[in-house]
C-alpha cells in the first residue's frame, strides 16, 4: 500500500512551520535486526550521507551534519538495552541519543536519559525505531544542510528515515570503553558456551538412555533364548529318554524271544505315541511321514534301525543347543557386568 501525507501548519516558535501527517506505510511489516554488536558507529543518513552528531552550539541538540570520520561528536557507542540498543556520544561521554517526547514530530536530543532503540532492516540499510513506539528516526523534511534537525516520525517507506551503520575502528574507541565492550561480548560468549554445553550434556543423557534401553532389551531377548532352549533340550531329552526305555524293552524282549503277536502289542502300547508325534511333525513340516502303522508292523527291523538313528540326531541336536545356550548366558553374564 502507498503512503499518502497531509499537511497541516503550526506554531514552532517565533513562527509557523508546516507539519506532515502521514499515514498507509506503518512499520510492522519490516524485520528487526538484533544482530549488530556493540561497538562505536557513526549514524549515516541513507539519503543524503550526512551523519548525525551533537551540535556544537547547543549540546541538547542532535543535528545532521557533514560526515567526517575523526569528529568524536559524530561517533557513538551503541550497547544493548533490554530488547533494543542505546547510543552514548564519544565526545560527550554522559550524553545519550534520546528524544524530548514519544509525541509525532518530538525532536530526537541528547540527553542524560537514554531512549532505547530497535533497528529494523529496510533493504541494505537500517530504521532506527522507537521502542515501543511505531515512530522512526526522521531526517527533517530529507534536507542535506548543515543543521538540519531530526525528530521521530511514524514509518512512512521514505530514505529520510533510512540510516546505514557504519562501524568506527576500535582505535577511535576509549581505552575504559573497550574493556567494557570487550567485558560484556565475553560474558555474552560464556552465556552462548553455556547453553551449548547444557545442550551437549541433555544429548549425552539421551544417548545413554537408550543405551541402557538397547542394553536391557538385549538381555531380555537373550534370556528369552535362553529359557527357550531349556524348553527345547528338555522336550528333547524327555524323547531320547522314552526312545532309550523302548529300545532296552525291545532288546530284553529280544534275548526272551518274542512272537509277532508280541511285537504288534508292544508297538501299539509303547512305539504308538512316539510314530503319532513324528507323523504330526512331519505334516507341520509339509513332508510325508516315513512310517506307516502297518509298514512297522511287517519291518520292526527298519522301525528299529530308525529309532536308533532318530536317537542319535538328537543327541547331536541336544549337543549343538547346549554349546549355543553357553554361549548366550556367556553373553548375557558379559552385559551384567558392563
Given amino acids: 500500500m502507498q503512503a499518502w501525507a497531509v499537511y497541516g501548519m503550526g506554531l514552532a516558535g517565533p513562527g509557523l512551520q508546516l507539519f506532515r501527517h502521514v499515514a498507509g506505510q506503518g512499520v510492522e511489516h519490516l524485520p528487526v535486526d538484533e544482530t549488530l554488536s556493540p561497538g562505536v558507529y557513526r549514524i549515516v543518513s541513507g539519503l543524503t ?31 544493548r538495552s533490554g530488547s533494543g540498543y542505546k547510543f552514548r556520544n564519544q565526545e560527550h561521554k554522559g550524553l545519550y541519543l534520546s528524544v524530548a517526547s514519544t509525541d509525532t514530530h518530538a525532536l530526537v536530543t541528547a540527553s ?12 541494505n540499510r537500517h530504521g532506527i ?7 522512526l528516526v526522521d531526517l527533517h523534511f530529507g534536507r542535506e544542510a548543515n543543521g ?21 575502528d576500535d582505535e577511535f574507541m576509549d581505552k575504559a570503553d573497550r574493556i567494557v565492550m570487550l567485558e560484556k561480548e565475553l560474558i555474552q560468549l560464556k552465556d552462548e558456551m553455556a547453553g551449548k554445553n547444557e545442550l551437549i550434556a541433555h544429548h549425552e543423557n539421551t ?20 529359557s527357550q532352549q531349556q524348553t527345547e533340550i528338555a522336550s528333547l531329552q524327555s524323547k531320547v529318554d522314552r526312545l532309550e526305555y523302548i529300545l532296552s524293552q525291545v532288546d530284553i524282549w529280544s534275548a526272551n524271544g518274542y512272537t509277532k503277536q508280541t511285537w504288534e502289542l508292544f508297538c501299539v502300547c509303547d512305539i504308538d505315541e512316539h510314530i503319532k508325534d513324528h507323523e504330526e511333525t512331519a505334516q507341520a513340516n509339509q513332508k510325508s511321514p516315513v512310517t506307516q502303522k502297518d509298514q512297522r508292523l511287517k519291518d520292526p527291523g527298519q522301525l528299529l ?25 556367556v553373553l548375557s553374564d558379559r552385559d551384567k557386568r558392563i
Avoid: C
Fill in 129 to 135: 525505531k522507537l521502542a515501543d513506539s511505531d515512530k
Fill in 207 to 226: 544417548i545413554r538412555q537408550l543405551r541402557e534401553d538397547l542394553k536391557a532389551r538385549e538381555s531380555s531377548n537373550l534370556q528369552a533364548r535362553v
Fill in 148 to 168: 538540519t534537525e531530526v525528530h521521530i516520525w511514524p514509518g512512512d517507506g521514505s530514505k529520510k528515515q533510512t540510516w546505514n551503520l557504519v562501524r568506527i
Fill in 49 to 79: 550521507g550526512t551523519a548525525l552528531q551533537v551540535s556544537e552550539h547547543d549540546h541538547t541538540k542532535v543535528v545532521s551534519w557533514q560526515s567526517l570520520e575523526k569528529k568524536e561528536s559524530q561517533q557513538w557507542y551503541l550497547e
Fill in 305 to 329: 534301525e530308525g529309532l536308533r538313528k532318530e536317537i542319535a540326531e538328537m543327541r547331536t541336536e541336544i549337543i549343538k543347543m547346549g554349546r549355543d545356550q553357553a554361549s548366550v548366558k
Fill in 112 to 123: 542524560k536519559f537514554p531512549s532505547t532503540w530497535v533497528f529494523l532492516k529496510i533493504g
